[in-house]
């Protein structure tokens, strides 16, 4: 029993709550105070090296989430495996909790991989993936902007892929995308925040993320949203050290050793 049955199907919730959850998540980062003190890059450097003003960033996220949800809708369609009385037969717990790890190490694989040929491959790198990158200064309303080829091809078919492969049902679905969306909006928001449960669990967080959005990083840290597996597999792995700025907030530096 989960608090929307009777009101929501679990496909509609498949669909829509990841759209939800990002907004509501991205909005509660883009409404805090300025926070200088735990910024990983000042206010002012945001503003002269971000190429994309926050209005189009908006457009572009809506665009890629319409995709999404239509590719959602689609997907359980095809998928779905309710009985002649209209219930679909959940998996246990614990059986839900493997499917979603491995739809975790699925959808990393694939982003990892289509994510580093987006680098390697100067043509798409010019023409789709350096949308992406007109954010130097992460920020997390802007968790999704990007390129609409790359959005289908990163985002909305590693989701898919990470679905089918793992054999979940929707309602599963609903927990996996849910997390995902979260882990990505916080991967790009900015800030190293004390007590932060993702910069203690996962070594692939904010500021992971943040040496790949820097010149000296785009050949590095391909790796998202969850581990750092095939970046430390593959030779793409760049440590940091988190330096403290005179004038407040941290530096994720680059460290080659």
Known sequence: ??????YLSDESMG??????????????????PPLDGYRLHTRKEEEEKNLVPLSTVVKGVLLQQLVQATVAQMLFLLTSNANSTGITIQPSIPIQLLQIAFAMFVMDTWQYFVHRYMHQNKFLYRHVHSQHHRLVVPYAIGALYNHPLEGLLLDTLGGAISYLVAGMTARTAVIFFSFAVIKTVDDHCGLWLPG??????FQNNTAYHDIHHQLQGTKYNYSQPFFSIWDKLLGTYMPYTLVKRREG???ARLRKD
């Open 1 to 6: 029993m989960v608090f929307w049955e009777g």
């Open 15 to 32: 669909t829509f709550a990841p759209i939800v959850v990002y907004w509501i998540y991205a909005g509660f980062y883009q409404l805090l």
């Open 196 to 201: 932060n449960i993702f910069h203690i669990l």
């Open 249 to 251: 907030g941290y530096e």
